[in-house]
């Protein structure tokens, strides 16, 4: 008898341990939507450091003008 209900409860953990799990592709897409907008604002930064840098680089080449 204790056998029996040991073996019951070890094939009830067992079968608990291999059920379903829908929560890991929500998780997974919440990361692929959150990249997405992390290389968007990536590529806005990009995009305004290199416009400062050009900036700076004509500024540079005034400066260097009026110095002369």
């Not at 604002?41 to 009026?66: G, L, M, N, R």
Request: charged share 20%; hydrophobic share 65%.
């Amino acid at each position: 008898m204790n056998k029996s209900l040991l073996v019951a409860a070890l094939f009830a953990v067992a079968l608990t341990a291999c059920g379903k799990k829908e929560e890991a592709p929500a998780a997974a897409s919440a990361v692929v939507e959150a990249s997405a907008v992390v290389e968007a604002a990536a590529s806005e930064v990009a995009s305004a450091v290199e416009a400062a840098a050009s900036d700076v680089a004509a500024a540079a080449s005034e400066v260097a003008s009026a110095a002369k």
